[in-house]
């Protein structure tokens, strides 16, 4: 009976872990635990993310539909101001449209444009800064110093001039209809030089470590190489410099909708809801702008929180107690 106890015991200390027990048991859910900035930060942006998931079922009202517009309803306040209508808690645009709707729907965009940007800015910087840091040589001399000619430009400017071209090539209606898509493929695009680096900086480490050298002797191809071997142990900077990233293409989505050359007033974003309520903000109907501004203000800021604990967390040497 004696070695059938020890047999089990040492059968259940053998037992893998399964994911979710070494994650709870990991450096990053400790330390996480124990920020509680990280911990507040994360609840807004899951709060913020599932308002815009589901910005069709919160939304008292649909602002894409103009048939529910009503030109009598503009410009009303909140219900904390004299004047307002209950039907409309942070009042209403210069439409007539629900402003708690539009942010809901606007903050979507917002969300979409910056994650989808930043996916491709780390499909093209990711596969540059494999192939340079690793391959070298010249090749590691020309990708980098398209990369400096690149981050020698402003995204904003640079996108300023794009978006004028196309909107004056292709007439604002097809321009409207492709918005978004437009948006996405320029900030992504304008943008990959920095997640570039940053991989090519942790290749340069990585590719003289022995495992490298023993996938080499084992006849692995270098694609496999770069991408199974050495791009999993990049992943940390990657993921830091990511989160950064979406908070400043929501930044550039936001001024270019500010400028008028980014989504249109039909389909609005954060960024076009305070464009429209600017020339609105000295003649009393401030809430068209500062609402929806503090809303982009607190997006912003919560994802660069989150950027920081991420940084300090996955750079132990930066972590404070």
């Known amino acids: 009976m004696s070695s059938v106890d ?28 124990r920020d509680k900035v990280a911990i507040i930060s994360s609840i807004i942006f899951l709060i913020f ?17 103009l048939q529910l517009l009503d030109i009598m309803d503009s410009e009303l306040p909140p219900v904390w101001e004299p004047g307002a209508d209950e039907r409309f808690f942070l009042g209403t645009d210069d439409q007539g449209r629900d402003l708690w709707s539009t942010i809901l729907y606007g903050m979507r965009v917002s969300l979409m444009i910056g994650i989808l940007a930043v996916l491709l800015q780390a499909l093209i ?19 980098m110093r398209i990369a400096d000619v690149q981050l020698s430009f402003s995204t904003l400017m640079v996108a300023i001039i794009i978006l004028a071209i196309v909107q004056s090539a292709f007439g604002s209606d097809a321009f409207n209809q492709w918005a978004m898509v437009i948006l996405i ?24 470590k022995e495992y490298v050298d023993a996938a080499k002797v084992m006849g692995f191809s270098p ?24 908070a400043n293409a929501i930044i550039t989505e936001a001024s270019l909708s500010f400028l008028g050359l980014g989504m249109p007033v039909t389909e609005p974003s954060l960024g076009s809801l305070i464009s429209v309520g600017k020339q609105y903000l000295f003649s009393g109907s401030w809430w068209i702008t500062l609402i929806p501004g ?28």
């Open 185 to 208: 493929l320029i900030i992504g695009l304008a943008e990959w030089p920095q997640i570039a680096r940053t991989v090519r900086s942790s290749v340069l480490a990585e590719k003289e």
């Open 294 to 321: 503090a809303f982009l203000i607190l997006l912003v800021i919560v994802i660069n929180l989150l950027g920081d604990f991420l940084r300090d967390t996955f750079n132990p040497k930066l972590y404070k107690d």
């Open 125 to 143: 910087g990711i596969s540059i800064g494999l192939v340079s840091g690793y391959v070298g040589g010249k090749t590691d001399s020309i990708l």
């Open 223 to 246: 694609i496999i190489i770069m991408f199974k071997h050495i791009l999993p142990n990049c992943l940390s900077p990657i993921f830091v410099i990511s989160t950064v990233q979406i």
């Open 6 to 33: 020890e047999s089990m015991s040492a059968s259940q200390i053998t037992k893998p872990k399964s994911k979710l027990q070494r994650f709870i048991e990991s450096d990053f859910f400790y330390n996480f635990k």
């Open 49 to 65: 993310i599932f308002m815009a998931v589901f910005a069709p079922l919160i939304a008292p009202f649909d602002p894409y539909n």
